[in-house]
């Protein structure tokens, strides 16, 4: 696993290679350029020289010797800053600076180094005087050598303050940024399915670490939603499975001290055990379907309502054997999930069957083009409700006037699957009821 700090040392290692090897580059240019001014400045003269001598061949003039010679040479090349011309005519040896002085003999021709001086000989013949002279050229770097060993000291203080800034600056950049991964582990670290209510605040940590903080919390959110749900679930169904399964139990009792010997009990029994898990699968089967919430397996269909309410209608016919109801408006279609939408409804209008007193249901379809909505309304004219229990109306497990339903049973879990499928699918729901008249449920769909 890769750590932040041995990445900062490998980029602090190659801005110092980076660093050094501009700095021996520009060192060994900038000696190089000198250097070869010098030489070309010695060249230059070398030229001038042997245009003088020819000059000198070629003059009429017997009053032009060879000390006019050397005068106009020295005073020609004064122009060159620190070059000094020397002279030996036969075996006499003139030197414009008494400190300089070299080997007349060695390497003619040719320019070569010795300490900070470079020097060329060039001998030559002059007919004219019968007589053998070399000039000495000396061309003197030590003030340029000094000047680039400043310069070389002053580049290397310099990398060296850009080195210890840079290693400052990434040494002040890492503990900023462990400061924040720290404050980020201690924090993730004390987080629990007890407190997951607790967020991550990013406001003073980095763009990048806000962004990853962000998609924390939204994990968080997700997985304290799903750690509630399934709470939720283990609560739920172990409330409600106590009581089939202790009448599972008690007829299981039953049939093993008087039902083996005793076939209508065995009869009723197995019958009332059979409804009792019949019973447990449809309760299971609604939590989960509460528990779950999932809008990644919705579907869009259109379908008209006058035929999904159609087929509910028979199913509760067959069901509760009841057809009282009495169909108003004008049908619409709709787009939207259909096997949700059905639920929604059949949930809906069962709940009027359960509470509507065996009278009339209305089902009534009414569509406002201003607003773009389509309302289905659901009116019973049987018990009712009070301010309370309209409230309640959607908790789990809440059933109102219980001692009236006894004959349709349930698990007090209708009303909740439909606002969690009106959830799901964006569909509005709104209840009216007054005690002893009845209640007219709405199911708001936007186009």
């Known amino acids: 696993m890769k750590r932040i700090s041995n990445d900062l040392l490998k980029i602090i290692s190659s801005l110092f290679f980076l660093f050094a090897l501009t700095y021996v580059v520009l060192v060994i240019s900038i000696t190089l350029k000198i250097r070869n001014d010098h030489k070309r400045n010695i060249n230059s003269l070398r030229q001038f020289v042997i245009m003088e001598k020819n000059e000198l061949e070629k003059s009429k003039n017997s009053d032009y010797n060879f000390k006019y010679f050397m005068n106009d040479l020295s005073e020609d090349t004064s122009d060159f800053n620190d070059i000094y011309l020397n002279f030996k005519l036969d075996n006499k040896i003139i030197l414009e600076n008494k400190k300089i002085n070299f080997p007349f003999s060695k390497y003619p021709n ?71 991964v720290m404050f980020i582990e201690n924090n993730t670290n004390n987080i629990d399915m007890y407190n997951m209510n607790k967020k991550l605040d990013s406001s003073n940590l980095y763009k990048e670490f806000s962004g990853v903080i962000e998609s924390y919390n939204q994990m968080l959110d997700r997985v304290k939603l799903q750690t509630e749900n399934e709470i939720e679930f283990v609560s739920s169904a172990s409330h409600e499975l106590k009581t089939p399964l202790f009448i599972i139990g008690g007829y299981i ?98 709940n009027a069957v359960k509470y509507g007193s065996e009278k009339e249901i209305e089902i009534i379809f009414s569509e406002n083009f201003e607003n773009k909505t389509k309302k289905v309304v659901i009116k019973d004219n049987g018990i009712g409700m ?61 186009k």
């Open 110 to 180: 040719l320019i070569y180094k010795d300490g900070n001086f470079f020097i060329l000989n060039i001998p030559f013949h002059i007919n004219r005087f019968n007589s053998d002279i070399t000039i000495q050229i000396v061309s003197d770097y030590s003030a340029d050598s000094k000047l680039m060993k400043m310069i070389s000291f002053i580049l290397f203080i310099f990398f060296i303050i850009i080195i210890i800034l840079t290693f400052i600056v990434l040494h002040n950049f890492h503990s900023k940024i462990k400061k924040q």
């Open 253 to 350: 009792n039953l049939i093993e001290t008087v039902g083996i010997n005793n076939k209508s009990i065995l009869d009723e029994s197995i019958n009332s055990i059979k409804s009792e898990l019949k019973e447990v699968s449809t309760l299971i089967e609604k939590l989960i379907f509460l528990v779950k919430k999932d809008r990644s397996n919705l579907t869009t269909d259109s379908f008209g309502i006058n035929e999904i309410t159609q087929e509910i209608i028979e199913e509760i016919d067959i069901v509760y054997n009841f057809s009282n109801f009495s169909i108003i408006g004008c049908p619409f279609n709709v787009v939207t999930d259909r096997k949700l939408f059905k639920q929604l409804l059949r949930n809906v209008i069962e």
């Open 386 to 446: 009070n301010n309370l229990e309209i409230e309640n109306s959607f908790k789990k497990f809440f059933r109102s006037e219980k001692s009236r339903n006894k004959k349709y049973g349930g698990h007090g879990l209708g009303l909740s699957i439909v606002k969690t499928i009106a959830e799901l699918l964006d569909i509005k729901l709104e209840i009216t009821s007054k005690k002893g008249v009845g209640t007219s449920f709405s199911i708001i769909i936007y």
